[in-house]
């Protein structure tokens, strides 16, 4: 495997789960509007 496609990879990965942990926020604001005061 060339350094490169290992490099892209991990980027992939973590811009992938920043992603999921975004939409999760996203949907605890949204099924849970009270909790902000």
Not at 17 to 22: A, F, I, T
């Amino acid at each position: 495997m060339s350094p490169f496609l290992f490099t892209s990879t991990f980027f992939i990965v973590l811009i992938a789960d920043l992603d999921w942990q975004s939409m999760d926020l996203n949907a605890e604001k949204l099924c849970f509007p009270s909790n902000k005061e």
